[in-house]
């Protein structure tokens, strides 16, 4: 079992930055891949990036190329999300999850279905 709280987001003008925070507790945090998703109003959850459990592999979701960084620190137990050049488009509730190891190599799913324990998720508003 492991318990994820996301912190950082807010109300941001298009253009601006923030740096989202998921502080993990319970089970050993350097055994998970940690992702983070993304769902606005009225819309599915999806994939927006992720990092494998000891940091040494990332992966984004188109939208989020070049514009978000994830990375994560195992001494602090926590994971985030810088998310720069914001659009108003990327308003909405960003969640981080954990995926338990599978095994050496295990991939970084692009789907919540491949991740065990979710936090309740911080809003993100992008002003136009």
């Known amino acids: 079992q492991v318990q994820l709280e996301e912190s950082g987001g807010g109300l941001v003008q298009a253009g601006g930055s923030l740096r989202l925070s998921c502080a993990a507790s319970?089970?050993?945090?350097?055994?998970?891949?940690m992702g983070w998703f993304r769902q606005a109003p009225g819309k599915e959850r999806v994939f927006v990036a992720a990092?494998?459990?000891?940091?040494?592999?990332?992966r984004y979701a188109d939208a989020a190329n070049g514009r978000f960084t994830v990375s994560r620190d195992n001494t602090k137990n926590t994971v985030y999300l810088q998310l720069n050049s914001l659009k108003p488009e990327d308003t909405a509730v960003y969640f981080c999850?954990?995926?338990?190891?599978?095994?050496?190599?295990?991939?970084?799913?692009?789907?919540?279905?491949?991740?065990?324990?979710w936090g309740q998720g911080t809003q993100v508003t992008v002003s136009s």
């Open positions: 999850a954990a995926r338990y190891l599978r095994g050496w190599g295990d991939d970084l799913p692009a789907v919540a279905s491949g991740y065990d324990y």
């Open positions: 319970g089970r050993a945090f350097y055994n998970f891949h």
């Open positions: 990092i494998s459990s000891r940091g040494g592999r990332t």
